[in-house]
């Protein structure tokens, strides 16, 4: 196979790390194994070096405008039809971004594919706000999935959801699952012992934000501790939202059974959290398929999360779900795994989940897949059709038998 020039476009990247940074990242650190180029072009936020050389990934960051509902604005991103002459595929990442937005109105001036990914329904859990959304995605981002080439998804969800939008897209979205660094979490598993805590402790890792859905996780704690008040709760990372949780928990009386971690960068102290809590808890109000649930469940945790698409399509049969924004269902789940014959069931669940990891969601696998697709559609085959069967690996195929 060729080597391929790539070019990744992002609202947010490197020091900025959620879900959609983690998958950019890791995505282009494989592509660059197998021997191709990878640039990423994104906003300065938060700031840092306008140019970067991380783990052979050039990262070029542009000064930001504004930053309307988490969304950068950098006049920088307007270089797209510039560089597009300097790669030969252009990936796009987030259909409600604003780089997003300008690669489809530059479609028609470059030649290269333009791949898109989408990461998940965006959800608010704010009335006008997702208002807006609704209505954006019936006008820009219907527009971002016609001039799209190929388009990416994590679930049969959201590809239902993006069909909904854009109906004549159906042919030409490819559903390939998130996924986590096999080899990496097998040594961080076999160097890491679980510590014992003398409290039975709930662990959410993930950025401390609104639509993570951590202000129904404490107004659950609040009414788990009146039964069971040998519960812990240890919650990492960090976020725009970080110090407004810090003073709930307190207003809550909650601060004697809350843990805030803060981020933590390093792997190994990250699977030592893992491996010392009892069970992993996600109660997001959107998602498309959370790294973190794949982590949680390598080192074997029991899950909690929410009733939501993207974490229902992978997760129903081995998770505890609960409908999003109810303190009340979801302080009953916690409640119902503290009891020792429920931990040892959802514990199996999580085992049984774990043998499907390696096979289904290792990221040498997805960047195979994604060689693959960008060769197809630079050679113009079935541009938009299905590629062809030859040309997906059955790796990544979800195994769908129980």
């Known amino acids: 196979m060729n080597t ?71 006049s920088g991103f307007f270089n797209i ?5 300097m790669f030969d595929v252009i990936h796009i990442h987030n ?6 937005i300008l690669a489809a109105y530059y479609k028609n001036k470059f030649n290269n594919p333009l791949i898109f990914t989408d990461h998940g329904k965006l959800v608010f859990g704010v009335s006008y706000k997702d208002l807006l959304v609704r209505m954006y995605s019936k006008t820009i981002a219907k527009r971002i999935l016609e001039k799209s080439d ?13 069909c909904s939008i854009s109906p004549n897209s159906v042919n030409k979205i490819q559903v390939i699952p998130n996924a986590i660094d096999i080899e990496l979490f097998k040594q961080l598993n076999d ?27 404490l107004k659950a704690l ?30 809550l009386n909650l601060s004697g059974y809350i843990e805030f971690k803060g981020r933590i960068d390093d792997m190994n102290n990250l699977a ?12 997001s109000l959107s998602e498309g398929l959370p790294t973190v649930l794949l982590e949680a469940m390598f080192f074997g945790l029991p899950v909690i999360a929410t009733d939501i698409p993207g974490i229902k399509d992978h997760f129903e049969n081995y998770a505890s779900l609960v409908p999003p924004k109810d303190s009340v269902k979801l302080a009953e789940a916690i409640i119902e795994l503290s009891k020792k014959d429920n931990l040892e069931q959802a514990k199996k669940l999580s085992k049984e989940f774990m043998n499907l990891i390696e096979s289904n969601y290792s990221w040498k696998a997805v960047a195979e897949e994604y060689e693959m697709i960008y060769e197809s559609v630079l050679n113009r085959e079935q541009l938009f059709g299905e590629i ?12 769908q038998s129980k």
Do not use: C
């Not at 259909?95 to 997003?100: G, K, R, V």
């Open 4 to 74: 391929m020039k790539i070019l990744q476009i992002a609202p947010h990247f490197f020091p900025y790390m959620g879900g959609q940074e983690s998958y950019i990242y890791n995505l282009s650190k494989n592509l660059i194994k197998k021997g191709h180029e990878v640039h990423i072009m994104t906003s300065n936020y938060p700031k840092s070096n306008y140019y970067d050389e991380i783990e052979g990934m050039i990262i070029e960051r542009n000064d930001l405008i504004m930053r309307p509902l988490r969304n950068p604005i950098s």
């Open 81 to 85: 039809k510039k560089l597009s002459n």
């Open 95 to 100: 259909l409600y971004a604003f780089p997003s």
């Open 150 to 162: 190929l388009v990416t998804v994590l679930s049969e969800s959201q590809k239902n959801h993006l």
């Open 191 to 217: 160097n890491n012992k679980k510590n014992e805590n003398s409290s039975f402790t709930f662990l959410y890792v993930g950025q401390m934000i609104k639509r993570k859905g951590i202000y129904w996780l």
């Open 222 to 251: 609040k009414i788990v501790i009146k039964s069971n008040k040998n519960i812990k709760l240890i919650l990492v990372g960090d976020g725009e939202h970080l110090n407004y949780y810090k003073k709930l928990a307190n207003d």
């Open 272 to 283: 030592s959290i893992y491996k010392s809590s009892d069970v992993f808890v996600l109660p």
């Open 388 to 399: 062809p069967q030859s040309h997906q690996s059955e790796e990544i195929k979800i195994n």
